[in-house]
């Protein structure tokens, strides 16, 4: 599966996914320390951000997956790339849950998710960041 998501989110605490799935899907979180957290739900954690979430702050935060590669894009600025040789292997994916660890349910607020079903280019996301800024101010 290859992806591009966008959220708009204010998390009130940490350690929640605010895209999950069934084992083997994507899942979009954040972690106990605060860091953005891409992972295959019961596979393989992809990588953590750089940079921490703060709680109860509204923030724009993206990610691209394909099964070479992942980038976080936190507050429209590039965070942190790597490789990945993993591949999701299902196509079920909800929103504010984690699907295998209920602790792990997103908890706070989301004003707007996009997901493409492909890796946008650089210029293409900073169209969609663009979009996200005028319209929720982040």
């Given at each position: 599966a290859t992806q591009t998501i966008f959220a708009v989110i204010n998390p009130a605490n940490t350690a929640g996914n605010f895209i999950g799935g069934a084992s083997g899907s994507i899942a979009l979180g954040v972690t106990a320390t605060g860091n953005l957290d891409l992972q295959i739900t019961n596979v393989i954690g992809l990588g953590g951000s750089t940079a921490l979430l703060a709680t109860n702050t509204w923030v724009?935060?993206?990610?691209?997956?394909?099964?070479?590669?992942?980038?976080?894009?936190?507050?429209?600025?590039?965070?942190?790339?790597?490789i990945s040789a993993h591949t999701a292997t299902q196509p079920q994916t909800g929103l504010g849950w984690n699907g295998s660890a209920p602790n792990l349910d997103f908890n706070?607020?989301?004003?707007?998710?996009?997901?493409?079903?492909?890796?946008?280019?650089?210029?293409?996301?900073?169209?969609?960041?663009?979009?996200?800024?005028?319209?929720?101010?982040?």
């Open positions: 724009q935060v993206n990610t691209s997956y394909d099964s070479n590669a992942f980038s976080y894009r936190i507050a429209r600025t590039a965070d942190i790339s790597g706070g607020r989301m004003a707007e998710l996009i997901v493409y079903n492909t890796k946008l280019t650089l210029s293409q996301i900073q169209a969609v960041e663009a979009y996200l800024l005028a319209k929720w101010g982040v």
